[in-house]
C-alpha cells in the first residue's frame, strides 16, 4: 500500500485533474504469510492483481519488481518502471553492527535461497533460518530469541521511513541484490493506451535500463523463486555494467561473471551474460538448486 500510495502521488501531481482510486487486493502471496518463500512460485504476488486488471476492475497495479514473473503473461505490458531506491540487502539487528560482528554460527533469518546462497558461501558457519511476514514482522522477529538478525531488502524498510533498524547496508561483492530489487513496476492491460499516456509519468529511464538488463539475465537462466540468481547493473559514464551470480542453494558452488556494454540495449547485454553464466556451467548449478 505505501508503494502504491507512492506512485499515485507522483501520478497525481502530473495530472491533477485525474481521478485515482486505490484498491486493496490480498494476494495468495500474502495469505500463505508463514510458507517458505522458496516453495511459491514467482509471480504468486502479482497473480490477483492480474486477475483484476483483466476483469477491469482495475487500471493499473503497482508492484515490487521482483514480485513479478521474468515474463508478463500476454495482454499486460509494464508502462512504467520507478526510479529505483537502494537495490542494496541490510541487516537488521539489535545486538550486532554488522555480519561480520556476528558470532560464530549466528541464526541469521531470511527466506530468499539467493541471500542464503551467498550468505552461506561467504560465511559457511551461519544458520540461515527462513522468515517471512511484512517488514514490521520480520524486523520484530530480529530481536526475538530465534534470530540474531535478520537480511531484508532497503528499499522496503527506506519507503515505510524504517531506516532506523538498519545496522548495516550489505557490500554488494558479499550479497548481489535480485533482479529488478528497489524499482516498481506498474503493470496495465497491453491494449489500455489511456492509461499508459499516464502511467509512463511515473517512468524512469535509468532504472529502466537497469532492472531490464537484470531480468533478461533471469529470464534465459529460466530462474524463479527457489534458484539462487542474482543481478545487478549498474551505470558506469555511458555504459552498463552487469554483475550476476548462479549459486547452489548451500552457496558451495557460486559462479561469478561480469560484462559491461552500451545502454542502448539492456536486453542483449543480459542475454550475453547469461550465456557466458551457461558456458561456466550455469544449468547444472540451476538443476541441483531445483531438487
Known amino acids: 500500500m505505501t508503494q502504491t500510495k507512492g506512485v499515485i502521488a507522483l501520478l497525481r501531481k502530473r ?12 494476494t495468495l502471496g500474502d495469505v500463505a504469510a508463514d510458507a517458505p518463500l522458496q516453495t511459491l512460485p514467482r509471480g504468486l504476488f502479482a497473480k490477483e492483481l492480474e486477475q483484476a486488471l483483466e476483469r477491469r476492475e482495475i487500471d493499473l497495479a503497482v508492484h515490487s519488481f521482483k514480485d513479478l514473473p521474468a515474463a508478463l503473461a500476454p495482454g499486460f505490458a509494464i508502462a512504467a518502471i520507478t526510479k529505483r531506491e537502494d537495490p542494496r540487502d541490510v541487516l537488521v539487528s539489535p545486538k550486532y553492527p554488522s555480519l561480520k560482528a556476528l558470532p560464530k554460527g549466528a541464526r541469521l533469518g531470511t527466506s530468499s535461497p539467493r541471500r542464503t546462497a551467498q550468505l552461506k558461501a561467504w560465511r559457511p558457519d551461519l544458520d540461515m533460518q527462513p522468515v517471512r511476514g511484512n517488514v514490521g514482522t520480520r524486523i520484530a522477529k530480529a ?13 522496503g524498510i527506506h519507503r515505510l521511513g524504517m531506516q532506523s533498524h538498519i545496522r548495516e547496508y550489505i557490500d554488494p561483492a558479499i550479497c548481489l541484490p535480485e533482479p529488478g530489487q528497489g524499482a516498481l513496476a506498474v503493470e496495465i492491460r497491453a491494449d489500455d493506451d489511456a492509461t499508459r499516456s499516464i502511467a509512463a509519468a511515473a517512468d524512469n529511464k535509468a532504472a529502466r535500463r537497469a532492472v531490464t538488463a537484470e531480468v533478461a539475465v533471469l529470464r534465459a537462466l529460466g530462474g524463479g523463486c527457489k534458484t539462487p540468481i542474482a543481478a545487478f547493473a549498474e551505470q558506469k559514464g555511458e555504459r552498463l555494467v552487469l554483475r550476476a551470480i548462479v549459486s547452489d542453494v548451500q552457496g558451495k558452488t557460486v559462479l561469478r561473471a561480469k560484462v559491461s556494454g552500451a545502454q542502448s540495449d539492456p536486453e542483449r547485454l543480459g542475454k550475453r551474460l547469461a550465456k557466458r ?8 548449478v540451476l538443476a541441483g538448486a531445483e531438487q
Not at 481521478?19 to 486493496?24: L, P, Q, S
Request: aromatic share 10%; hydrophobic share 50%; net charge positive.
Open 143 to 155: 530481536g526475538g530469541p530465534d534470530f540474531d538478525g535478520v537480511v531484508l531488502a532497503a528499499a
Open 15 to 26: 495530472f491533477p485533474k485525474v481521478r485515482f482510486e486505490v484498491k486493496k487486493i490480498r
Open 277 to 284: 553464466l551457461l558456458d561456466m556451467g550455469a544449468a547444472k
